[in-house]
């Protein structure tokens, strides 16, 4: 496992070394350097020895020694009010406790460390916190959590533009992916991975490149500079020579006034000495010239030996660059076409959802509709039943959150909906509790999950409307693990009914037929009902806190007195002032409607 915090990499696990006799010569050292200073009350030169000796216990694997110099030097840094001091030694502790396998021990230490970056808005020590906290979730087999952090480290890497750590975040997204059995969002993300991966690499063999050509660029100036040095040995040798005939000039003319022997004899000297330098010259410079001739052939075969790695390097780099493409172009063409088919899906089930002005003509209402992905696996239902045999016509209105959302969830909302068409609408059951039994069943048998392990379903909140001249509206109500919210002016609060602990579909466990139950009340036009899934609820924020009912109760209530319409953009806003940057983590419906 690599740690990123500080820009420091911590390899592995290994048993604790016993320190070598210099070692233990410098914890020695360490040891009197600190109490010296503590003498002194020099609080910053005791923290520079405290942290050389928790070092010094970390790289001989003493990781209980380590820890505890690091929790002395974090005294010290609160002491000292040095924030950053902190902030660091936390994550020095947090991985020191990892390497150890302590590993809810080192997500407290990594915890600190990141809140501490925010305090200080250090973005790149958030980014190593990040990445720290989502690899110590994923050694503890915690892939949720890790996922967690890895996109919040995504995000902050692209904003940095650290590509390294962009790669790094889409290799633990990956991973975690796999581990949990979501085989095409780890297929994904390392896609990405391999993608940055090649990217990095191609920019080293950029950097290998302009090595190359910068040695054979000095190469050149190495040879300009011999060529240089040998001219001024030949322009040298010239002077020599020049010089050696003025000598032979001047002796002759003093050697005139000599007897002829000693003329005789100073001539033969200066003839064996010119021939002797001629032939030093000749040598030297044969050399020379030979060295030079070797030294050219041989930078001739390395700028050969260059060309030839750079061709095969640029082939290489071009096929690489051929294949990326042509993935581009494939996931493209994938993803196009997976994107025209869901929004033909969403189509459809949005054409199957109540028209709006139909539901308007019965009440005053607002719909909050936010699917997580394109297709939902939430819907509301509505419809108006006449018959002769009844002494009112009845409105009947549903909110239903299938299981799953996204392709599974919408293809679970197309079934839904076709069931409750069947039951009321042709088949004319209209007990709020018998339809639920009914739309039970029909799921089992649908489903075949009496011979198989399929346990999808849905939970329902229904409720049937007598629509009578009458000021008073009977209210009949059935809920499958969903409430009912209802507002009357006479006691000022928003009180609730809780639906039956069954959800429709799936086989009961001990066997027993699933009962469901009718609720019923009186409400007065002016009254408002609220009918809702448990996204809305279950939503949270940045810091991970739910939306919750409490909250949705409190919203309602604060703009109880408003039209629907209000009602429903308040509930939005203050849903989307909640959610923040946090990701949507289900299909959301609020249906609320006030009696006219």
């Given at each position: 496992m690599v740690w990123f915090s500080l820009g420091v990499a911590v390899i592995g696990t290994a048993e604790a070394q016993s320190p070598s006799s210099g070692s233990q010569q410098k914890e020695v050292q360490y040891k009197e350097q600190i109490s010296r200073y503590k003498a002194k009350g020099n609080q910053r030169k005791q923290l520079e020895y405290l942290n050389k000796l928790a070092f010094f216990y970390w790289d001989n694997k003493q990781h209980a020694q380590a820890v505890e110099a690091f929790r002395k030097g974090l005294q010290l840094n609160q002491s000292l009010d040095n924030l950053n001091g902190v902030k660091r030694t936390h994550y020095y502790i947090g991985m020191i406790l990892s390497e150890s396998d302590q590993y809810s021990r080192a997500v407290k230490s990594f915890e600190k460390g990141l809140r501490l970056s925010r305090q200080l808005n250090m973005k790149n020590s958030r980014l190593s916190g990040q990445l720290n906290l989502s690899q110590t979730y994923q050694l503890m087999g915690e892939y949720e959590k890790s996922n967690q952090h890895a996109r919040k480290a995504l995000s902050l890497a692209k904003e940095l533009n650290?590509?390294?750590?962009?790669?790094?975040?889409?290799?633990?997204?990956?991973q975690n992916h796999k581990k949990l059995g979501n085989s095409d969002a780890s297929i994904k993300y390392f896609d990405l991975f391999s993608s940055i991966d090649k990217h990095l690499k191609n920019e080293q063999i950029s950097e290998i490149r302009k090595e190359s050509e910068t040695q054979v660029s000095q190469a050149r100036s190495e040879k300009q500079q011999t060529e240089k040095e040998l001219a001024e040995e030949i322009d040298k040798r010239k002077m020599t020579e020049d010089s050696l005939e003025r000598v032979e000039r001047i002796t002759q003319k003093q050697q005139m006034q000599l007897e002829m022997k000693e003329l005789e004899n100073k001539k033969i000297q200066a003839q064996l000495k010119l021939e002797k330098t001629i032939r030093n010259s000749f040598i030297i410079g044969f050399i020379?010239?030979?060295?030079?001739?070797?030294?050219?052939?041989?930078?001739?075969?390395?700028?050969?030996?260059?060309?030839?790695?750079?061709?095969?390097?640029?082939?290489?780099?071009?096929?690489?660059?051929?294949?990326?493409?042509?993935?581009?172009d494939r996931l493209q063409l994938q993803n196009t076409k997976l994107n025209d088919s869901l929004t033909y899906a969403e189509n459809i089930q949005e054409a199957i959802l109540p028209v709006k002005s139909q539901l308007r003509k019965i009440f005053d209402a607002f719909i909050l509709y936010k699917p997580k992905d394109i297709?939902?696996?939430?819907?509301?239902?509505?419809?108006?039943?006449?018959?002769?045999?009844?002494?009112?016509?009845?409105?009947?209105?549903?909110?239903?959150?299938?299981?799953?959302?996204?392709?599974?969830?919408?293809?679970?909302?197309?079934?839904?909906?076709r069931i409750f068409n069947e039951i009321i609408a042709e088949k004319r059951i209209l007990d709020p509790s018998q339809i639920l039994y009914h739309l039970n069943s029909y799921i089992v048998e649908v489903l075949k999950q009496e011979r198989t392990t399929n346990t999808d379903g849905m939970d329902v909140c229904l409720i049937c409307m007598e629509n009578s001249s009458r000021t008073e509206k009977d209210i009949y109500f059935a809920g499958a693990k969903r409430p009912l919210f209802y507002y009357t002016p006479n006691n000022g609060e928003i009180k609730k009914i809780k639906g039956d602990r069954y959800s429709i579909g799936g086989v009961n466990k001990n066997k027993k037929e699933k009962e469901f139950n009718t609720h019923k009340l009186t409400l007065a036009k002016g009254d408002i009902i609220y009918l809702t899934t448990d996204g809305i609820f279950d939503q949270v924020n940045d810091q991970s806190k739910r939306f919750s009912s409490r909250r949705f109760l409190s919203i309602m209530h604060d703009h109880i007195a408003d039209s629907l319409e209000t009602q429903g953009k308040k509930l939005e806003e203050e849903l989307t002032l909640f959610q923040g940057e946090s990701e949507q983590r289900d299909d959301i419906t609020v249906l609320g409607a006030k009696i006219l």
């Amino acid at each position: 496992m690599v740690w990123f915090s500080l820009g420091v990499a911590v390899i592995g696990t290994a048993e604790a070394q016993s320190p070598s006799s210099g070692s233990q010569q410098k914890e020695v050292q360490y040891k009197e350097q600190i109490s010296r200073y503590k003498a002194k009350g020099n609080q910053r030169k005791q923290l520079e020895y405290l942290n050389k000796l928790a070092f010094f216990y970390w790289d001989n694997k003493q990781h209980a020694q380590a820890v505890e110099a690091f929790r002395k030097g974090l005294q010290l840094n609160q002491s000292l009010d040095n924030l950053n001091g902190v902030k660091r030694t936390h994550y020095y502790i947090g991985m020191i406790l990892s390497e150890s396998d302590q590993y809810s021990r080192a997500v407290k230490s990594f915890e600190k460390g990141l809140r501490l970056s925010r305090q200080l808005n250090m973005k790149n020590s958030r980014l190593s916190g990040q990445l720290n906290l989502s690899q110590t979730y994923q050694l503890m087999g915690e892939y949720e959590k890790s996922n967690q952090h890895a996109r919040k480290a995504l995000s902050l890497a692209k904003e940095l533009n650290d590509l390294k750590r962009v790669r790094t975040s889409y290799g633990l997204l990956s991973q975690n992916h796999k581990k949990l059995g979501n085989s095409d969002a780890s297929i994904k993300y390392f896609d990405l991975f391999s993608s940055i991966d090649k990217h990095l690499k191609n920019e080293q063999i950029s950097e290998i490149r302009k090595e190359s050509e910068t040695q054979v660029s000095q190469a050149r100036s190495e040879k300009q500079q011999t060529e240089k040095e040998l001219a001024e040995e030949i322009d040298k040798r010239k002077m020599t020579e020049d010089s050696l005939e003025r000598v032979e000039r001047i002796t002759q003319k003093q050697q005139m006034q000599l007897e002829m022997k000693e003329l005789e004899n100073k001539k033969i000297q200066a003839q064996l000495k010119l021939e002797k330098t001629i032939r030093n010259s000749f040598i030297i410079g044969f050399i020379l010239i030979a060295g030079f001739s070797l030294l050219l052939f041989h930078f001739y075969r390395q700028k050969k030996k260059a060309n030839v790695m750079l061709e095969a390097q640029n082939q290489k780099i071009n096929q690489q660059k051929r294949q990326i493409q042509e993935q581009k172009d494939r996931l493209q063409l994938q993803n196009t076409k997976l994107n025209d088919s869901l929004t033909y899906a969403e189509n459809i089930q949005e054409a199957i959802l109540p028209v709006k002005s139909q539901l308007r003509k019965i009440f005053d209402a607002f719909i909050l509709y936010k699917p997580k992905d394109i297709v939902s696996g939430d819907f509301y239902w509505f419809t108006r039943i006449h018959d002769k045999t009844l002494e009112h016509p009845l409105t009947f209105l549903a909110v239903v959150d299938c299981t799953g959302h996204g392709v599974p969830g919408a293809f679970m909302s197309m079934i839904g909906n076709r069931i409750f068409n069947e039951i009321i609408a042709e088949k004319r059951i209209l007990d709020p509790s018998q339809i639920l039994y009914h739309l039970n069943s029909y799921i089992v048998e649908v489903l075949k999950q009496e011979r198989t392990t399929n346990t999808d379903g849905m939970d329902v909140c229904l409720i049937c409307m007598e629509n009578s001249s009458r000021t008073e509206k009977d209210i009949y109500f059935a809920g499958a693990k969903r409430p009912l919210f209802y507002y009357t002016p006479n006691n000022g609060e928003i009180k609730k009914i809780k639906g039956d602990r069954y959800s429709i579909g799936g086989v009961n466990k001990n066997k027993k037929e699933k009962e469901f139950n009718t609720h019923k009340l009186t409400l007065a036009k002016g009254d408002i009902i609220y009918l809702t899934t448990d996204g809305i609820f279950d939503q949270v924020n940045d810091q991970s806190k739910r939306f919750s009912s409490r909250r949705f109760l409190s919203i309602m209530h604060d703009h109880i007195a408003d039209s629907l319409e209000t009602q429903g953009k308040k509930l939005e806003e203050e849903l989307t002032l909640f959610q923040g940057e946090s990701e949507q983590r289900d299909d959301i419906t609020v249906l609320g409607a006030k009696i006219l």
